[in-house]
């Protein structure tokens, strides 16, 4: 897959120190490597890490990360990279949170009181399933020649991209805050979801409202 031209630049102590102000529960991460079922856990401090409170883990065996799948109370932040990297925050050590890296997808899930904040690069990214009230958010701008995403439940997206064809589906009552630009844009969203594309330039829009009528999807085309 070839990305277009990425001339944002980010800085990973900002990413570092936004992250490390939320309060987060993690005891247990377990980390699968790539194509294998066999699960490994670790809980490691972050050397650089100030105090007890402010700790971080990167996952090992993670690599070819084409999908993101999150479930529960999760906040994301994913951004380009030249190669992959997961980095998980955490504060307390009670809780668990999973993180399951198998055949490509990458699959969070934390159903704890507090949120799990997530930090991904990844450098041939193609979807992303959100769940749940979890949030995705990019840090920095998203570049693809294609993009799918999923948004399910109370979900949120707030999604900076450049991409020659995106395809947005936003259900239930999530939300969907756009921006960027696209070449082709397809948006399916329910009538009880929420969307905001105001900041999104797109040469093509194809957009439909979902409406649930006896258990039957009726499309509408708004465009």
Known sequence: MVYLENKNIYNSHSID???KTAILTLATIASI????????????????????????????NVS???KIEVRGNVELFVSDGESDQVKVYNKYYQQSALVQSQNG??????????????????????????Y???EVKSFGKLNAIELDVKLHDNASAKLDMDAYSANITVKDRA?????????QLNLKHDVTASVNKYDLKAATLIENKIIV???????????
Do not use: C, F, H, P
């Open 175 to 183: 939300i969907a805050d756009l921006s960027g630009t696209a070449g």
């Open 105 to 130: 997808v990458l699959r969070i899930t934390s159903y704890a009181d507090q949120k799990l904040v997530v930090w991904i690069k990844a450098a041939d990214l193609r979807a992303i399933s959100v």
């Open 17 to 19: 120190n936004i992250m």
């Open 33 to 60: 490597a790539l194509g294998i079922g066999t699960k490994t856990y670790a809980a490691e401090n972050n050397g650089t890490a100030k105090s007890n409170n402010e700790v971080s883990t990167v996952l090992v």
């Open 132 to 134: 749940d009230n979890a």
């Open 64 to 66: 070819k990360i084409s």
């Open 213 to 223: 009528a006896n258990n039957n999807e009726l499309a509408m085309a708004t465009n």
